[in-house]
């Protein structure tokens, strides 16, 4: 007979037949919290383990999707999810605390300065404990708030406070989710690394037809909890993304019009795909993705400094910033009056950070990027072999859609035995598809 000596919160149904059942709690067994303890006495070639629970806080706002959180809630602790549920005073007009309370088998909470729960800091505490942060119905109102960074209930303190990936769950009227300002929303969201799920489309509460639909439950469970593409793990990508500025005086600087919004968006990406990767980025506004290490620079000299010190340790090095060609020779140590007719200033050349990096005698596989306004594929080319990359990623900038600044691009990859291109879309979505390609080829590479 196997004894099986387990916490309270095992599941039971897992235990094999022909096995004992214990209780950890039992005075009469060795107690070592959390974990399963056998017998001194009984064979130790069955332990019985079970895989650690994903713990998911749901949030929950205010709208008629809301009426299907007990289904969701349902779906996620069936998938071996841990569900603590936080809710807006508006989502408590559509379902009940109680409801939720019953099928997540938790207190359900909705104030944020509740002495009882915050006598230990809890919304902190409930922050740290989250595996995922969940929004579903995420209303055009919460999406505002989250957007605009406040921290005026529990659940949008929650979403500041959590180092979690947010993953969020619209649900309005489809001429709400349309609307340019909801839609500005969402794209600052999505760049600062909130992954969206849906929203659907069709028959909406209010009789109209259109997107807007919370996804359903089952669907928003099994695209949370899907096992994710791990294929990059254990490697390390190191990616510079943004402009750089060459100082002129303490004032002026020489500088581009990039925004980073390529960079960051693979290096979230290649995060998803389990790589460890560093971002050497310059000056842009963007949040760095999470699990993410940025080194902020703002000269070429500083970032050409800062990849060269860690290069050595990476697998592969995405070059996406917009580097400066040329910097002042001599920079004023005070502010140029506008004194003179004319201003001239002597340029010299900066470091070529892609051609060096892809010199190296044990290289990373090497990915640049070019940005051309006109000739775009034959540049690139010309790019890829002049300086002996593994990769190139070129666009079109200075036309009516995509490039520099935009939210949109697209993109002609090149290799030495083939080339694909990915048409106008989101950098976001761009990035994903953009990282897989990476990823895909480098495997290739190593497989020669």
């Known amino acids: 007979m196997l004894l099986v000596v387990c916490p309270r919160w095992f599941d039971s149904r897992l235990v094999p037949r022909g096995c004992v059942l214990f209780d950890s709690t039992d005075a009469s067994l060795r107690y070592n919290r959390d974990r ?7 064979r130790t070639d069955c332990i019985v383990t079970q895989q650690a629970a994903t713990k998911i806080l749901l ?12 289904d969701l809630i349902r779906r996620l602790r069936e998938r071996n999810a841990e569900v603590e ?48 942060l969940l929004v579903a119905p995420a209303s055009a109102h919460l999406l505002a708030r989250l957007a605009l960074g406040l921290a005026d209930d529990l659940l949008t303190t929650l979403a500041l406070a959590t180092t979690a990936p947010v993953w969020l ?19 600052l969201l999505s760049a600062r690394g909130c992954v969206l799920l849906g929203p659907g489309s069709g028959s909406q509460a209010c009789g109209e037809i259109g997107p807007g639909r919370m996804l359903e439950p089952l ?22 993304a943004g402009p750089t500025q060459e100082a002129i005086d303490p004032v002026r600087y020489i500088g581009n019009r990039s925004s980073g919004k390529m ?14 990767v560093t971002l050497v980025s310059g000056p842009t506004a963007l949040a760095c993705p999470l699990g993410v290490e940025r080194v902020s620079i703002e000269s070429a000299g500083q970032l050409y400094e800062a990849v060269m010190q860690r290069v050595q340790t990476c697998s592969l090095f995405v070059a996406t910033a917009a580097v400066a060609d040329y910097r002042p020779q001599d920079v004023v140590a005070t502010k140029i009056k506008k004194e003179a007719s004319s201003l001239t200033l002597t340029l010299v050349r900066n470091p070529d950070i892609l051609a060096e990096v892809a010199a190296l005698p044990e290289a990373p596989f090497t990915v640049g990027f070019a940005a051309e306004t006109d000739a775009v594929e034959q540049h690139a080319m010309e790019k890829l072999q002049a300086k002996g990359l593994d990769m190139i990623a070129a666009n079109l900038v200075g036309a009516e859609h995509g490039g520099f600044g935009a939210d949109d691009n697209a993109l002609i990859v090149l290799w030495h035995a083939g080339r694909q291109v990915f048409p106008m879309m989101p950098k976001v979505r761009l990035g994903k598809e953009l990282a897989k390609l990476i990823a895909d080829r480098y495997a290739a590479s190593l497989a020669n």
């Open 263 to 276: 960079g960051y968006a693979l290096a979230a990406a290649f995060t998803e795909l389990g790589a460890r």
């Open 59 to 70: 949030g929950i706002s205010g709208g008629i999707a809301a009426y299907k959180t007990p």
């Open 169 to 187: 769950a619209p649900a309005m009227n489809h001429q709400m989710w349309l609307h340019p300002a909801t839609q500005a929303n969402v794209q």
């Open 219 to 240: 669907d928003i469970a099994e695209r949370l909890l899907a096992p994710r593409p791990q294929c990059m793990a254990g490697r390390h990508v190191l990616i510079t």
């Open 85 to 132: 549920v936080v809710m807006t005073r508006a989502a408590e007009s559509f379902v009940t605390p109680l409801s939720l309370q019953a099928v997540c088998g938790r207190s359900v909470r909705s104030a944020l300065l509740d002495p009882q729960a915050e006598a230990g800091m809890d919304h902190i505490e409930l922050a740290r404990w989250a595996d995922h």
């Open 36 to 42: 399963f303890i056998l017998l001194e006495s009984v």
